[in-house]
């Protein structure tokens, strides 16, 4: 695998209830600049990127004058990743903008992995098409739930309906490789609902399916009805029996869990996510987007006007996270590939770290193995369907 590329939209039309993610609704007036100001900054990051086979090193500017060294990994970008907020909430030609600026800009294989995020609500037949012209391949729909009530109450934008038929025009526009999110737990959701929801996400026939538990998240329309006792939420029995349900569920539908949150048809795993569970590098264009590259991580800062005004004025709009020490990157390494269902591959954690990783993790191992949370097979280290349940667990024992 090569490396990622990210870029962060961080506009909606209506933030959902459940949603603590940097993005932005009623910012229409701040579309275009910022369209601008990420279409620069993925020039300048072009600028620097050099790529002579195997191995390039390239130059990036930092916006103070100096300049730093960026190895541009092996080859060229093999997957894009288009999210937010709602990359769909831009007006087409900007999108189209974007996405045009990369593939002129960027060295990407020709046979990327390019995905775009939609929410149905903002997407019609032209819009779909011209995605599809542009080079996107896969569409990650954001559905949550197909009952209407539980859409209403958890804020989105879009009904069942606009779902069925946003994923149908997909089809009609040449997409195949087709995701949609899936959330249990929801407010006043019941077992029969997520019956619902899965029989028709199975029956839609996409290709790749995400299932996430609701999480409560500060500053977020659900944590203050929460704090005004308004927020009747599923027990805890009733959200387990969901999850179990699931994880049941849809490999019987024909769907393999390859990671703790996402199943998939053989062939349609996502790539891009799974790079970032493999430590594979990749590049962050945007507010609040993230990179990792050469071993260190920056992060963009997630303040709108903030980022323009740095792009605007020839500044970095990035600052370099704190360097992790060795401890934290062994770490950050067992806990991203222990959520895929293959492990953590001992060897490579033997190549990047120069120990094995027994000498180091021993006797949380031992641990895990002993209450059924974690196994070894052919050189990987991996959750156990036990494990993958209680996984926040097993992490704990790896992170310092």
């Not at 960026?70 to 999108?95: E, F, N």
């Not at 006043?188 to 290709?207: C, K, Y």
């Not at 004025?313 to 067992?334: D, N």
Request: proline fraction near 5%; charged fraction near 25%.
């Amino acid at each position: 695998m090569g490396w990622g590329i990210y870029v962060h939209i961080p506009f909606c039309r209506r933030k959902c209830f459940y949603c603590d993610f940097p993005s932005y609704a009623g910012r229409e007036d701040a579309m275009e600049r910022y369209a601008h100001a990420l279409c620069r900054e993925i020039e300048i990051a072009a600028q620097g990127i050099t790529c002579p086979p195997p191995w390039g090193r390239g130059t990036i500017a930092d916006g103070g004058g100096g300049r730093t060294l960026l190895p541009c990994g092996r080859g060229k970008a093999s997957t894009v990743y288009v999210g937010g907020g709602t990359p769909t909430a831009l007006p087409q030609p900007l999108l189209m903008g974007i996405l045009h600026t990369l593939k002129e800009k960027m060295p990407i294989r020709g046979d990327a992995e390019w995905t775009v995020e939609v929410n149905p609500g903002t997407v019609d037949r032209a819009y779909l098409e011209g995605l599809f012209s542009c080079g996107v391949n896969r569409l990650s729909f954001g559905v949550q739930s197909f009952s209407d009530t539980l859409l209403r109450r958890i804020g989105r934008i879009h009904a069942a309906e606009q779902a069925r038929e946003a994923l149908r025009l997909a089809r009609d526009a040449g997409f195949r490789n087709l995701s949609l999110d899936l959330i249990y737990g929801l407010p006043g959701q019941t077992m029969q609902d997520l019956r619902e929801s899965v029989a028709e996400a199975a029956a839609l026939d996409v290709p790749h399916i995400s299932v996430y538990g609701l999480q409560v998240e500060e500053e977020t329309v659900f944590a203050r009805q929460r704090e005004q006792g308004r927020l009747e939420l599923p027990d805890e029995d009733a959200v387990e029996a969901m999850y179990d349900y699931i994880m049941e569920e849809l490999p019987r539908l024909g769907y393999l869990r390859y990671e703790i949150s996402n199943f998939a048809k053989p062939g349609y795993e996502s790539r891009h996510n799974l790079g970032y569970w493999q430590d594979v590098p990749y590049l962050g264009f945007g507010a609040a987007a993230h990179s990792y590259w050469q071993g260190e991580r920056r992060a963009n800062t997630a303040e709108l006007d903030i980022y323009m005004e740095a792009i605007e004025a020839g500044k970095s709009p990035s600052h370099l996270e704190e360097p992790a020490t060795r401890e934290v990157q062994m770490g950050e390494f067992c806990f991203l590939a222990l959520r895929t269902a293959r492990g953590i591959p001992k060897a490579a954690f033997q190549r990047k770290f120069g120990c094995a990783i027994e000498s180091i993790y021993r006797d949380a191992i031992a641990r895990m193995k002993e209450k059924g949370l974690l196994a070894e097979e052919n050189g990987y280290l991996h959750l156990t369907p036990l494990g993958m349940k209680y996984g926040n667990w097993v992490f704990q024992e790896f992170l310092v």
